[in-house]
């Protein structure tokens, strides 16, 4: 069975993806499902790979301009006090980028938000939320790129 990431970009691809924001260089922004952090997106590598560090140098320097790209609209459009990037593996082995904005009033804001409630991270945008958040950002990745 294909992984989380897998699945999503077969979704991009077909066009089914309400949250895909561009098609990069080596990798599909999308904005997160989880939106307890307003703005959260992710960074995910075109094809299956599991390391980073395996990947070829040439494709890790883009992979990290698609990351700086991402960021920077994500910073544009949402004003964050603070971004996190997290690039984890363990649960979702597919090579992926978190860029994950921290807003003033953050409830915890010394720690990662992986130890707050999963019910408050994994809070879900309304449609009408999510699609105004993947317009802005795709706005914001045109002029950033």
Known sequence: ???FACRRIAAIRTGADPGFLAEL???YAVL???QGYAGWCILLLKTHEEHLDRLPLERQTRLAGDLACLAAAVRAVFCPKRLNYE???NVQPH???H???????DPQ??????????A?????ASDAERDERVRELRKALITSA
């Open 99 to 105: 860029v994950i904005p921290r807003h003033e009033g």
């Open 95 to 97: 090579v992926h980028w």
């Open 25 to 27: 260089s080596e990798s």
């Open 109 to 118: 804001p010394d720690a990662a938000v992986w130890v707050r409630p999963t």
């Open 1 to 3: 069975m294909p992984c």
């Open 32 to 34: 997160s499902e989880s």
């Open 87 to 89: 690039c984890l593996g």
């Open 120 to 124: 408050e991270r994994e809070a879900k």
